[in-house]
């Protein structure tokens, strides 16, 4: 929800528009579960047009980013009543933790999981054990089979 990515008032959306929004929407909602669990309830943006920031909760925020997409225009909003700003995040850190997240889960987490293969199968553990732990838990086998490992001891 760059300024850039922000539609011009006086012209409709064009498909590259609404296509941010939709994005910003599964990015709203991926955050209100990650950083809504940590006791954050929304973010803050500074309002140009009034020089002051503005608190939204994901919840509204997820309601107003839809109505921009469904009717082209956002709503009018009462600003949050004597809201804490240590539960509030700017919509950048929000991003960047987001962005942090996704990056972990598709490259950081396979450097952690080989390891903790290795360590498993070092403990005892058959490969067909490792293989359904981390199935249970979500979480990907590294490229190389465990079974591998226990066939060459």
Known sequence: M???DEPREDAPLDEDERDLLRQDLVDVRALREMLG???LKGAVFFCPDCEEDHYLTWD???GNLQQLLDRGESPVHEPAYDPDPEEYVSW???RG???GYESFEEE???SVAAP???ELLDRGWRADQVKALFTRVGLQMPAA???EAVDGD
Do not use: T
Request: charged share 40%; no cysteine; net charge negative.
């Open 145 to 147: 089979d465990p079974s």
């Open 37 to 39: 669990g940590r006791g």
């Open 97 to 99: 933790f987001l962005d």
């Open 60 to 62: 509204l925020l997820e």
């Open 108 to 110: 950081d987490l396979g």
């Open 116 to 118: 903790l293969v290795e």
């Open 2 to 4: 760059d300024e850039e």
């Open 92 to 94: 950048d850190y929000a």
